[in-house]
């Protein structure tokens, strides 16, 4: 597997791979990714080149967005004047699941905080996302106190509830 940076020639296939990803995600229970999210991020994250491919050979098999922390405020953070990164909109095509590519992710995510001098890796989860949850507690990433209200127009306008985790890099 290789890493690199998505491109606008990506678009198509990522498109194909989140719709997949949208219909686990229904299957498992968590109703929240749909046509829209995260799929019209993506061009802003490949102008930022923040958008990252794992790729098998030319197939796509997980990507995700890493930018830098902002904090929010309403979460307390174990160090929170801490350099720090977030890591978003992690996916994994199904053909791809249950090989250890999301925990791969998380580990490449460290491993470039580290490199940009950062001492965490930060992410929000939905509350609703229990799978989501139990994977990155997994990972060995830690809930700090507090929760987070996210408003996505055309997803949840009136707002989502997140859970910020973080874990040392």
Same mark, same amino acid.
Not at 11 to 23: F, N, Q, T
Not at 79 to 102: F, I, W
Not at 136 to 143: D, E, L, T
Not at 161 to 167: A, D, K, L, S, V
């Given at each position: 597997? $290789?890493?690199r940076?998505?491109?606008?020639?990506d678009?198509? $296939?990522?498109?194909?791979?989140?719709?997949?990803? *949208?219909?686990e995600?229904? $299957?498992? &229970?968590?109703?929240? /990714?749909?046509?829209?999210? !995260?799929? =019209? /991020?993506?061009?802003?994250?490949?102008?930022?080149?923040?958008?990252?491919?794992?790729?098998?050979? =030319?197939k796509?098999?997980?990507?995700?967005?890493?930018?830098?922390?902002? +904090?929010? @405020?309403?979460?307390? /953070?174990q160090?929170? @004047?801490? !350099?720090?990164?977030?890591?978003?909109?992690? &996916? *994994? +095509? !199904?053909?791809?699941?249950?090989?250890?590519?999301?925990?791969r992710?998380?580990?490449?995510?460290?491993?470039?905080?580290? %490199?940009? @001098?950062? $001492?965490?890796?930060?992410?929000?989860?939905? +509350?609703?996302?229990? !799978?989501? =949850?139990?994977f990155?507690?997994?990972? &060995?990433?830690?809930?700090g106190?507090?929760?987070?209200? %996210?408003?996505?127009?055309?997803?949840?306008? =009136?707002?989502l509830?997140?859970?910020?985790?973080?874990?040392g890099?």
């Open positions: 597997m $290789k890493l940076t998505a491109t606008a020639s678009l198509p $296939k990522l498109r194909e791979i989140y719709a997949e990803i *949208v219909i995600m229904l $299957k498992n &229970g968590v109703d929240l /990714w749909n046509e829209h999210y !995260p799929y =019209e /991020w993506f061009p802003e994250d490949i102008a930022a080149e923040r958008l990252w491919l794992l790729c098998d050979e =030319e796509i098999a997980a990507a995700f967005a890493l930018d830098s922390f902002t +904090d929010t @405020g309403d979460v307390t /953070w160090q929170p @004047g801490s !350099p720090a990164m977030v890591l978003m909109r992690l &996916g *994994v +095509d !199904p053909a791809y699941q249950h090989m250890g590519l999301g925990a992710c998380v580990e490449l995510a460290k491993n470039m905080a580290r %490199e940009r @001098g950062c $001492k965490y890796l930060r992410l929000f989860v939905v +509350d609703c996302n229990k !799978p989501a =949850e139990q990155y507690i997994k990972c &060995g990433f830690v809930r106190q507090g929760e987070h209200t %996210e408003v996505i127009p055309g997803l949840a306008p =009136e707002g509830t997140e859970y910020g985790y973080e874990i890099v």
